[in-house]
């Protein structure tokens, strides 16, 4: 019980150093993700922090196998280098006990990785799926900073304002517009106007800015047959949000949605949140005969390798939810065909670790004449 506690002591403690690493690099990239789209005004920067903090059980998902992984060759491969592995095979501690204690801990490991994917991690990806619904619904003036350009129309046009009151009334408003397809033809459209605000049509529920007291300038850049017309009211409809454009993502499915449907995406994102915690076993057994070396190579001798393994591993599992969601023959059993692979790797490894070789390179003992 003593030996248990030392080498789930050293694990636990090694995974929780490598998660926050990890988890620092993945949420930074995400969050310079979402930083540039609220620079570009698809993004209220209010959000930021909620969005981050509802999509972390996600990040932790896929991170905390890896982390485990890691943990145990790392623990193991310091105990081998200080040559504390051979004081513990010598007190008793043999190969088959070490295995049983590193899958007790990779038990738990494993129980916080279901829990993650199987309800938390959805719980948070339904929020997060909220968030963006709300802001895709704003319209296109509410992201609108003052003193900054933004796209309106796809990308067919553009906006300015000055000022912004609190009521979202517009100041000194600038909006340009492009039409035509033919770019020798392409015209161009300049409004400027004193003050603008936002409107919705009761009867058809399209958004427009109008515009109030300015002139619009129109023509094809290159010629002198401008239009100049003055207005005391300008009218322009905005972009519509179409239900097929709002935000969705099947990882915000609940996992009793997904286990009671036959589409192909549905089980295979089921099939994907039941592997991770499969995954951690697996590589757990693997990490013990990896975490073995020589202390004159150092507990980082076979941390590539190991990775590689690894990435090898999560890339054949990434194909197989993706025969699953064509719908490929065997497909429904190609994430448990990659699981049965792997865990032979691994039993070949221990096999191997454990002394056995082959007849071919076994010792021969000489015979005397």
Known sequence: MIIFRYLAGSVLS?????????MLVVVSSRFVKYLAEAATGKLDASVLFAVIAFRLPGFLELVLPLAFFLSVLLAYGQLYVESEMTVLHACGLSQKKLIFHTLAVAALVASIVASLSLVVSPSGFVRVQELFTVQMQRGELESLTPGRFYNLQEGKGVTYAEEISADGRLGEVFLAQV???DESARGMAIVVAREGFSSKSDATGERYLVLEEGRRIQGIPGRGDFQITSFDVYGQRLASIKPSDLYQDIDAVSS?????SDRGDYRAALQWRLSLPVLVMVVALMAVPLSRTNPRQGRFARILPAVLLYVIYLLALNAARGAVEEGAALGSLAMAGVHAVFLGIAL????INSGWRPPWRRPRLAVAP
């Open 348 to 351: 070949v490894l221990v096999v």
């Open 179 to 181: 039409s035509g397809e």
């Open 14 to 22: 090694n995974t929780l150093g490598v998660t926050a690493i990890l």
């Open 256 to 260: 009793s949605t997904l286990l009671g």
